[in-house]
């Protein structure tokens, strides 16, 4: 097998099966997978021809659509400069350019920026940030983090332990994970008044913890992951207010809402809040290589570097990749170039038109649209295998979870897809 073109699909997808973990997937009962070969604008093509629209933008990531000619361009033009080079004691023009455009789009106080390789990286980033400003400042006690039931924040350690402790099945990691405590879940939705008592939890154990905690971390405004609930910004404002009161850190994982997905820049304006530490991911390179950043203000930089080790402990080896830096800065770049408020705005009023027939059925709890970001929320939880392959068949790929049917699709598909691809969710959730 010198050559992988001359795989067969059916080859291919025996090897597949044979020897690759898939995300959440079994190795013994595989579920299918589907062979893409190409993908273009908002289409995936599969290896028999098959178009498909995507509503997922790659998991909140691909938001330009696939196959972009400028972040092509972009990405062939650093190739001839050079694809990657150490970070260590070197700095390169993309990366430096992409700080500082963070740091210009990002609310004022965020002034550092440390680069990563994944969302999760930059979550454990963000967390040990946080650790090491409390040990740096003499308060070695401050080392557990506050944070919300059906949060999700990734898959490593110090990640998962940040993640709703049912849904994260810490009970199989217990004795490795750090302890943290979590909050109840907000549940005044986005746009309703605000219900005071919905803040209590929170309060409560800030309250009575606030000697050992280093920090809140939560997804603001849109828990993705952990449910696809939008939460009201009044909550996220009590939440600073808590924390400026009783000196805790706050940790804004934008990882999926970053970079307009729910109507505003970062979510984190809904409220008019800054936290201390922001994470950045996913759709950061418009979905063409994995890249994220943390980015803290000047009380945690300096705090830390004011302390012990005079330095962040931390230092990966891909760290601000310039291939990934220079498609971050053009991808970014071209999002704020266009009207994206308008762009994401249209596709709010879109999905909402779409998705809304659903609510009539016996089958369907909730529908519910922020920015462009569309939810389908069913009684019973969907059966995968059955519900992939019929979403298939009708040429949309999007991959619910648990009840939920949604859909996050690229900022730049048009009007007829959209209405293809809402008219098949609909559809599909009937029976
Ligand atoms: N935080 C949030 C809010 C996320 O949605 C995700 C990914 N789903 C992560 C962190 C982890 O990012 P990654 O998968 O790139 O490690």
């Given at each position: 097998m010198?050559?992988?073109?001359?795989?067969?699909?059916?080859?291919?997808?025996?090897?597949?099966?044979?020897?690759?973990?898939?995300?959440?997937?079994?190795?013994?009962?595989?579920?299918?997978?589907?062979?893409?070969?190409?993908?273009?604008?908002?289409?995936?093509?599969l290896a028999d021809g098959t178009e498909l629209i995507d509503g997922l933008s790659s998991w909140w990531s691909a938001i330009h659509g696939y196959n972009h000619p400028v972040l092509n361009q972009a990405a062939k033009e650093q190739l001839e400069a050079m694809s990657h080079v150490m970070f260590g004691g070197i700095t390169h023009p993309s990366a430096v350019k992409l700080a500082k455009l963070l740091v210009d789009i990002t609310p004022p106080t965020l002034n550092k920026v440390f680069f990563s390789d994944s969302g999760s990286v930059a979550v454990e980033v963000a967390i040990k940030m946080a650790l090491q400003y409390w040990y740096s400042m003499g308060r070695k006690e401050k080392q557990q983090l506050l944070t919300l039931k059906n949060g999700y924040h990734g898959d490593t350690f110090g990640a998962m332990a940040t993640c709703d402790p049912v849904t994260g099945m810490h009970h199989m990691f217990s004795e490795a994970l750090p302890k943290h405590l979590f909050a109840d879940a907000p549940r005044t939705r986005f746009g309703d008044e605000f219900d005071e008592t919905d803040i209590s939890s929170f309060k409560r154990l800030i309250e009575k913890n606030h000697q050992s905690l280093a920090a809140v971390i939560l997804e603001p405004i849109v828990q993705g992951a952990g449910g696809m609930n939008f939460y009201s910004p009044d909550y996220l404002k009590r939440v600073r207010q808590l924390c400026n009161e009783y000196d805790v850190l706050l940790i804004a994982d934008e990882i999926a809402t970053g970079f307009g997905r729910t109507g505003k820049l970062f979510a984190c304006e809904h409220?008019?809040?800054?936290?201390?530490?922001?994470?950045?991911?996913?759709?950061?390179?418009?979905?063409?290589?994995?890249?994220?950043?943390?980015?803290?203000?000047?009380?945690?930089?300096?705090?830390?570097?004011?302390?012990?080790?005079?330095?962040?402990?931390?230092?990966?080896?891909?760290?601000?990749?310039?291939?990934?830096?220079?498609?971050?800065?053009?991808?970014?770049?071209?999002?704020?170039?266009?009207?994206?408020?308008?762009?994401?705005?249209?596709?709010?009023?879109?999905?909402?038109?779409?998705?809304?027939?659903?609510?009539?059925?016996?089958?369907?709890?909730?529908?519910?649209?922020?920015?462009?970001?569309?939810?389908?929320?069913?009684?019973?939880?969907?059966?995968?295998?059955?519900?992939?392959?019929?979403?298939?068949?009708?040429?949309?790929?999007?991959?619910?979870?648990?009840?939920?049917?949604?859909?996050?699709?690229?900022?730049?598909?048009?009007?007829?897809?959209?209405?293809?691809?809402?008219?098949?969710?609909?559809?599909?959730?009937?029976?």
């Open positions: 010198s050559d992988n073109n001359l795989l067969s699909t059916e080859q291919l997808l025996a090897l597949d099966k044979q020897h690759i973990w898939h995300p959440y997937a079994s190795m013994i009962d595989a579920p299918p997978v589907y062979p893409v070969v190409s993908a273009r604008g908002v289409r995936l093509k409220a008019n809040i800054e936290p201390d530490i922001l994470c950045l991911g996913k759709c950061l390179t418009g979905g063409y290589l994995s890249l994220a950043a943390t980015l803290c203000n000047d009380k945690v930089a300096n705090g830390i570097c004011q302390g012990e080790a005079g330095v962040f402990m931390h230092g990966p080896t891909f760290m601000a990749n310039p291939l990934a830096t220079a498609i971050a800065y053009a991808s970014v770049q071209l999002l704020l170039s266009q009207d994206w408020q308008q762009l994401v705005k249209n596709l709010e009023t879109q999905l909402l038109a779409g998705l809304s027939p659903a609510k009539a059925f016996d089958t369907v709890n909730d529908v519910r649209v922020l920015g462009s970001i569309g939810v389908i929320e069913l009684k019973q939880p969907v059966d995968m295998a059955v519900i992939q392959k019929q979403l298939v068949d009708r040429g949309i790929w999007v991959r619910p979870f648990g009840k939920l049917v949604y859909t996050i699709p690229p900022y730049i598909i048009g009007d007829e897809d959209i209405a293809t691809l809402t008219a098949g969710l609909v559809d599909i959730v009937k029976n």
